[in-house]
């Protein structure tokens, strides 16, 4: 009935103490509120009540003189030494032992903190800001989250958060979920910390496990982390629902795998750049050089999908590495990927989308800047038709060639901008389907499409072209349609002037019709 009512059950349910018989007094007005209601059609009216003071806990911070909590007497308010941000969590690894030194190994006061919180239900633990060496791997427990200080990895001052170095892992090669860094269960969240692997030389990099992965079938969240030089960085497989939001990662040899998740799937602002690394050993003065560490995250992909029931990506940013988006044939189940990319920016890449295998589905991308050094799409074999990808209202840019499609599935632009290629738009598609419809082609080069023999037909409509396309069609039962040709001149001048009978082509197989 009023605003201070709903505040005492909040707080009855946190684990305030009110006294009986003030509690018996709001349940009996309560009462008597509805019977009047029903008994009648005139307002009733609320009499006043006296709840009491509510005592409010003082937030607890790294300069306060006693920061435990040993007889663990209910939630704390901890306050950050690195923003405005405050935490309320039942447990601190301080209270476990952890010393944050960097020295001594933490990783047994971590997980008797997770496990205390697991036995009570579920709980918050609280790493304030520090350097935790874990030397054991952490199993995050069902309904346990672990809190650090955080600033993200692109603002100042991030290497002074919430900091765990990995002492664990070192040269095993295993790339099971069984063996990774922090293993996470139903329900459990993994937020504000840095991870750092100390022993990772970027000269001559050291395999480790993955950083991340899940430890049995359901849900868990990893959000507010920088994941600083991992080797490899978040498996997700035989799983369901999982948010990852947030997070910034260096990564020698992939960044993501996911596979074999039947629930929506959710990727939401992550970052994976050499970046992130070179800017951790710049603030602390590491060993590992700018130069070295861009040329160890040089083979990388930051992103590998096997078997996936839609997935969401949103604000993606990829950089300085090998293949930024990697759809391939599942490892633990039948089917490949569908899902949808929404704002995404891939630079400074040799790949920005690299197919081996697409669901029936496919995938879509909408409003993404895409700029790669060899090819923007490339396509392999088993991308069969009738999969397809569909990009939308995105731009493209590319060293050599900007779509490679070598499967028989179909590749759909619209209203989308290629603003510059080296040799070609659309090369060596030797099968499948090409549409652009609405798109703008920048760059004053005519050489557009080099369609294969086995292609199975192209269709451009309402096009801007710089200057008047070329194409070339190798193929004698597929046709190329030019329509609505946005140019000065007539089409059909132009038209007339073309010669489609080139080396190793008869202008019988030379299928390409321009209408205006």
Not at 38 to 45: D, M, S
Not at 120 to 140: C, E, H, N, S, T
Not at 397 to 405: A, I, L
Request: glycine share 8%; net charge negative.
């Amino acid at each position: 009935p009023d605003v201070r009512l709903r505040q005492n059950i909040r707080n009855f349910k946190g684990g305030t103490k009110v006294k009986k018989k003030r509690w018996i007094g709001i349940l009996l007005s309560l009462v008597l509120g509805v019977c009047t209601a029903c008994g009648g059609g005139a307002e009733p009216a609320v009499p006043a009540l006296d709840y009491g003071e509510i005592e409010i806990p003082e937030a607890v911070t790294a300069e306060s003189e006693d920061m435990t909590n040993t007889e663990n007497d209910g939630p704390q308010l901890y306050q950050s030494s690195l923003s405005q941000e405050k935490v309320i969590a039942g447990y601190n690894v301080m209270d476990y032992g952890a010393k944050a030194d960097g020295v001594s190994d933490d990783a047994a006061a971590l997980q008797s903190a997770i496990n205390a919180a697991e036995v009570a239900g579920g709980g918050v633990v609280y790493m304030p800001a520090g350097k935790y060496l874990i030397g054991a791997q952490i199993d995050l427990r069902k309904g346990v989250s672990v809190y650090g200080e955080w600033i993200p990895a692109d603002q100042e001052g991030f290497e002074d958060g919430t900091t765990l170095l990995v002492g664990t892992g070192k040269n095993n090669l295993s790339a099971q979920a069984a063996d990774a860094f922090i293993r996470m269960y139903e329900g459990s969240k993994l937020s504000r910390v840095n991870i750092y692997y100390p022993d990772q030389n970027a000269a001559s990099p050291e395999v480790y496990p993955y950083t991340i992965a899940n430890g049995e079938y359901l849900g868990y969240t990893v959000e507010c982390v920088n994941i600083i030089n991992a080797y490899r960085g978040i498996l997700v497989a035989q799983h369901n629902v999982v948010m990852l939001d947030n997070i910034y990662m260096s990564v020698i040899s992939e960044g993501f795998y996911s596979d074999a998740i039947y629930d929506i799937p959710r990727y939401m602002n992550i970052h994976v750049s050499a970046d992130v690394w070179a800017d951790y050993e710049a603030a602390t003065q590491g060993q590992n050089s700018e130069a070295d560490i861009r040329n160890a995250v040089a083979g990388a992909t930051a992103f590998r999908f096997g078997k996936i029931d839609w997935a969401y990506l949103y604000n993606i940013c990829i950089s300085d590495v090998n293949i930024g988006v990697r759809f391939e044939t599942s490892t633990y189940a039948v089917g490949a990927f569908n899902g949808q990319f929404n704002a995404m920016n891939v630079s400074d890449v040799n790949y920005c989308f690299s197919v081996a295998e697409l669901a029936t589905i496919g995938a879509i991308v909408s409003s993404a800047d895409l700029s790669a050094k060899i090819s923007a799409v490339t396509t392999e074999e088993d991308f069969k038709y009738p999969a397809q990808i569909f990009f939308n209202n995105s731009q493209f840019s590319s060293g050599e060639v900007t779509v490679c499609n070598e499967g028989d599935g179909a590749l759909l632009f619209t209203e989308c901008t290629f603003r510059e290629w080296g040799e070609c738009v659309f090369d060596n598609v030797t099968m499948g389907y090409i549409n652009a419809d609405s798109c703008d082609f920048e760059q004053e080069s005519s050489l557009i499409a080099h369609m294969g023999p086995d292609v199975v037909g192209s269709m451009f409509v309402n096009c801007t072209f710089a200057v008047y396309p070329t194409m070339y069609n190798e193929s004698a039962s597929s046709e190329i349609y030019i329509k609505d040709l946005n140019y000065e001149e007539p089409i059909e001048a132009f038209a007339a002037t073309q010669n489609f009978d080139r080396p190793a082509r008869s202008a019988a197989t030379d299928k390409i019709y321009y209408a205006s």
